[in-house]
């Protein structure tokens, strides 16, 4: 567990977090999750409709009658016709913004500009035609930008936010070094590394790119099991 400012992050493997800020509990792309005692979520976000990201049975096994649903279009059928309990749903497109309870969730595009499913038609994991989101938590001023699946886009240049947690495992996403770069351009005051564990990359790379920011404050979180 990581805490800034009373807000705590844990680190649920993949790209699994649970934020604790003013007393909710947001979780953002839940899965595989081998905690048996989590708390309720307040707030589920999904960054895009594939499993690993929106995940139908770790996110009924967080959600309750109270929980909101907020995610892209493309992941509103998934949360309508499997997730079992909810309060309501949320559409959270590139560009859009609100309020919940005074949290302020926007988000920016998450794509792939040259991993590509099919390298002859030049076929993107994630294309931008999608809609898949980066979300940004915005609690009292302190920013969390969690970058979703994605490459070095332009739309991270100069964000800003205080926390970042951005892939590095490679092969959907950013390799290490690519990631160093986005790190850079981002220019959060904390970074934290993501899209490993639980199956999917290395834990090792955590320390490779820790080693490659040498003036950056990077946070190496630890996996939280059982």
């Not at 005074?102 to 794509?111: D, E, L, N, R, V």
Request: glycine share 8%.
């Amino acid at each position: 567990m990581f805490e800034y400012e009373g807000i705590k992050i844990h680190w649920l493997g993949h790209d699994a977090f649970l934020i604790k800020a003013k007393g909710k509990n947001i979780y953002i792309d839940p899965y595989k999750l081998s905690k048996a005692d989590l708390p309720k979520a307040d707030i589920v976000i999904s960054s895009h409709e594939h499993f690993d990201h929106c995940n139908p049975e770790a996110i009924n096994q967080v959600s309750s009658t109270e929980t909101i649903l907020i995610g892209p279009s493309v992941v509103q059928d998934i949360f309508d016709e499997k997730i079992t309990r909810k309060i309501g749903m949320k559409e959270l497109n590139p560009g859009d913004s609100f309020e919940i309870e005074g949290i302020k969730i926007s988000a920016i595009p998450a794509y792939n500009i040259h991993r590509f499913r099919d390298p002859e038609t030049k076929t993107p994991f994630h294309p931008k035609e999608s809609g898949h989101i980066g979300p940004i938590i915005d609690v009292d001023g302190i920013t969390i930008y969690h970058a979703g699946d994605a490459d070095k886009i332009p739309e991270m240049d100069g964000l800003n936010p205080t926390i970042a947690l951005i892939p590095i495992s490679g092969t959907y996403v950013m390799d290490v070094d690519e990631a160093v770069e986005a790190a850079k351009a981002i220019n959060a005051k904390i970074t934290i590394p993501m899209h490993i564990g639980r199956g999917i990359g290395k834990l090792e790379f955590i320390e490779e790119f820790k080693n490659k920011l040498p003036d950056h404050e990077i946070v190496a979180m630890e996996l939280e099991e059982d």
